[in-house]
């Protein structure tokens, strides 16, 4: 059982470039979420969808797009990458919501923008 | 001010030593997760608390709701406990939503 699982680990991007970080649950969750982790402070909710078909703005949605493919997946797009967007990016999946459930974490991603 | 303050930022204890880490919150919370972060970034759950307390093996939580407040201890806190924990809560209204700490740095030797 392999939780949620996110790719790729490590990414170096220069400025201007796009990519997508992909993020797979195998626990038939209904939420996910994207984070990202900065120095210095707490965990940031980027996107979140609470069930296949649906999406939300977080906290700092800016410069990100996000798809929720399927109940098992959960995608986040930088279209054009900046800087302030070099962090560790973390995907997340619960089963109801945060309040309620556990919630389970990917590895993370770190991402460095040049 | 933050909405989740977590004191101390940093800890360091020698193993055998019982540990508490603080997490204040100044919203309405439904709900106040602990997580532990080991070096190389994992983020896994510990306790999910909406009131009382929980215990799991040498760690206990607890949170009281009327002074906003949340403790983790760590009983004979041994090496492999070195991670840095945060708190999280779920502000009341705003469903799905975690607002976290910035965590507690904590290393034990031996």
């Known amino acids: 059982n392999a939780g949620v699982t996110q790719t790729p680990k490590f990414q170096v991007l220069k400025t201007g470039q796009s990519m997508t970080l992909q993020c797979a649950q195998d626990m038939n969750h209904n939420s996910m979420y994207w984070y990202r982790q900065d120095p210095g402070m707490g965990l940031r909710l980027i996107y979140y969808s609470a069930s296949e078909g649906t999406t939300d703005k977080g906290e700092v949605p800016n410069g990100y797009n996000v798809s929720r493919l399927n109940k098992r997946e959960f995608s986040l797009r930088l279209e054009s990458a900046a800087p302030s967007q070099t962090s560790v990016y973390f995907c997340?999946?619960?089963?109801?919501?945060?309040?309620?459930?556990?919630?389970?974490f990917g590895e993370g991603s770190w991402l460095t923008v040049v | 001010k933050n909405e989740v303050e977590q004191s101390p930022q940093n800890l360091t204890a020698q193993e055998g030593e019982f540990i508490t880490i603080n997490c204040s919150y100044s919203v309405g919370i439904s709900a106040l997760h602990w997580l532990q972060q080991h070096p190389g970034g994992g983020i896994v759950s510990l306790f999910m608390l909406s009131s009382g307390k929980k215990k799991h093996g040498r760690l206990i939580a607890t949170i009281n709701i009327q002074e906003k407040h949340s403790s983790l201890h760590i009983t004979a806190s041994h090496p492999r406990d070195s991670a840095v924990y945060i708190c999280?809560?779920?502000?009341?209204?705003?469903?799905?939503?975690?607002?976290f700490g910035t965590g507690t740095r904590l290393q034990v030797t031996l």
């Open positions: 997340a999946s619960s089963s109801r919501g945060g309040n309620l459930d556990t919630i389970y």
């Open positions: 999280a809560v779920l502000n009341t209204g705003t469903a799905s939503k975690l607002t």
